[in-house]
């Protein structure tokens, strides 16, 4: 199928919803992946290569390469937040609109975190596994764990998903502690129950520490073999932003000397396809250590109508941008 003036041709390069390849299908031609799986590059290259629109997602990589292959793209519309895989520069000038959907994750994530964080806490991984495997025979005294009241946690990075976690973490009677850039007015840091603190003095007073920012290369491994030291001995780490954010080699070492109590992660740094050094695979040490780890793969926003609603938000962004308008998620001013 090729695109042509009339009929815009859009790739859509990961399954989504029906409802959303029937909106899309009223403006151009859409060719969907029917499959749960991510397709070679190469495959998607082939598809794109006259196509004006690109439906993208987290696996994939938006990169000079990709779009001097795809010399029709006119928006490639990204459906989710943390765009660090997406060459924005590029993308300009290439002419090429990219669009985000900057806030739908919100609740979803911070719910995962939580889940983690308790996940990790007390053993409900470790717990569930030790049922399935027969070993259950009533109470015993094992799988103790850590409660989280009295605890302080440290919110790096106090955007949309940090201040949906603080409003959750608050019924659990913890110590909130937040840094950024920026500090919140201090009505917002009322409401969350959050104290404005430095990032180091963070490190050295959290129990439980939440890395929630976008992944730059000012914050890529943050959580380096020094950052993990500055933290009290014995603290957890739980990761739902971005794997890079933390050096998972780092992590590793940290959980074995007993620095680090637990790491529990949504997101890896194999992910981070934009590092042209990205790991190729978790580390097969962190995976081994069910004791003191806890993963998920990557499902952040994984509840069907935020994903269908993700999903419709990026179809309009094409839309929009098919349309001659200014999409509601634009990051760049293509020329
Ligand atoms: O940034 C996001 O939206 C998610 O992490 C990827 O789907």
């Known amino acids: 199928m090729s695109g042509n003036q009339s009929r815009p041709k859009v790739v859509v390069t990961h399954w989504i919803h029906d409802e959303v390849v029937a909106l899309l299908e009223r403006y151009g031609e859409v060719v969907v992946n029917e499959t749960r799986e991510t397709l070679p590059r190469a495959e998607i290259l082939r598809r794109a290569r006259d196509a004006q629109a690109l ?4 696996p994939d990589h938006v990169d000079e390469e990709f779009l001097t292959a795809c010399p029709r793209l006119r928006v490639v519309s990204a459906a ?22 900057p806030d739908i994750l919100t609740v979803p994530t911070a719910e995962l975190a939580l889940g983690l964080l308790l996940s990790l806490t007390r053993h409900l991984h470790e717990g569930d596994h030790f049922m399935r495997s027969g070993g259950f ?19 790096v990075g106090m955007g949309a998903v940090g201040r949906a976690l603080a409003r959750r973490l608050s019924g659990f009677d913890v110590d909130i502690l937040y840094a950024d850039r920026l500090r919140l007015d201090p009505a917002k840091e009322t409401s969350l129950s959050a104290s404005y603190t430095p990032f180091e003095e963070l490190l050295e007073r959290s129990d439980i520490i939440f890395p929630l920012l976008p992944l730059t290369p000012q914050t890529l491994h943050l959580f380096d073999a020094a950052c993990l030291a500055r933290m009290q001995r014995g603290a957890i780490l739980v990761n739902v932003g ?6 998972e080699e780092a992590v590793a070492a940290a959980l074995q000397s007993g620095q680090l109590a637990g790491y529990a992660a949504d997101v890896f740094e194999m992910e981070d396809w934009a590092r042209p050094d990205h790991p190729r695979q978790v580390p097969q040490v962190l995976l081994d250590d069910t004791t003191h780890t806890c993963f998920t793969p990557h499902l952040g926003s994984a509840v069907d109508e935020f994903r269908l609603a993700i999903e419709l938000e990026a179809a309009h962004n094409i839309i929009q941008t098919l349309q001659g308008q200014k999409p509601a998620g634009a990051i760049n001013c293509p020329r």
């Open 55 to 58: 439906m993208a997602f987290m």
């Open 80 to 101: 989710l937040k943390g765009y660090d895989n997406f060459d924005v520069d590029a993308c300009t000038r290439h002419g090429v609109q990219l669009t985000i959907v």
């Open 242 to 247: 971005r794997g890079s954010l933390v050096d």
């Open 137 to 155: 025979q009533g109470w015993r005294p094992h799988f103790y764990g850590t409660a989280l009241t009295g605890r302080t946690v440290g919110i």
